[in-house]
């Protein structure tokens, strides 16, 4: 099993700009967005990282920026990496995930819907769990206000 220096070692040799996170009960590392396609092919076919299961993604609005949040573990290793990418909040585009690990399809399509990222390259980018006509009110986004259910972030 990699110990966590060594995880952060390598990937901020590999991503210019990676900070780790201090603190963290799993190794987290913050990169920028546009680093995600390259990082995430390499965490999935190097020999040493095989991480071949993102179990969890999802998204935080901080309101300036979102953050993508990408939860991914090696079932041969036994370790767990936790990366974090910011977007802009304007305009929120990352690369899909989903032709490496299928458990991002549906994750992304929701984070979609939700908080209105766009995911380049996805096979199946429409709504999962809104009503159709729904598009373009993204309910877990913070600026987000439903007026029928007085609902306001």
């Not at 995600?36 to 179990?55: G, I, N, T, V």
């Not at 370790?79 to 977007?87: F, M, P, Q, R, T």
């Not at 992304?108 to 908080?115: L, S």
Request: glycine share 4%; hydrophobic share 40%; aromatic share 10%.
């Amino acid at each position: 099993m990699m110990d966590r220096e060594h995880m952060i070692s390598c990937i901020t040799e590999w991503v210019p700009g990676a900070k780790a996170e201090e603190g963290t009960e799993w190794t987290t590392l913050s990169i920028p967005g546009e680093s995600w396609p390259e990082l995430a092919q390499r965490l999935r076919d190097e020999a040493d990282w095989q991480m071949d299961f993102l179990f969890c993604l999802t998204c935080i609005d901080w309101k300036t920026h979102l953050t993508m949040v990408y939860h991914l573990t090696s079932t041969r290793h036994r370790h767990i990496l936790v990366i974090k990418a910011d977007l802009p909040a304007d305009d929120a585009v990352i690369h899909t995930a989903s032709h490496l690990w299928k458990t991002a399809i549906f994750h992304e399509r929701e984070v979609f819907e939700m908080f209105g990222v766009r995911f380049s390259k996805h096979p199946d980018l429409r709504l999962l769990i809104l009503p159709d006509g729904w598009e373009g009110r993204n309910p877990m986004k913070k600026d987000f206000e439903d007026p029928v259910n007085m609902i306001r972030m």
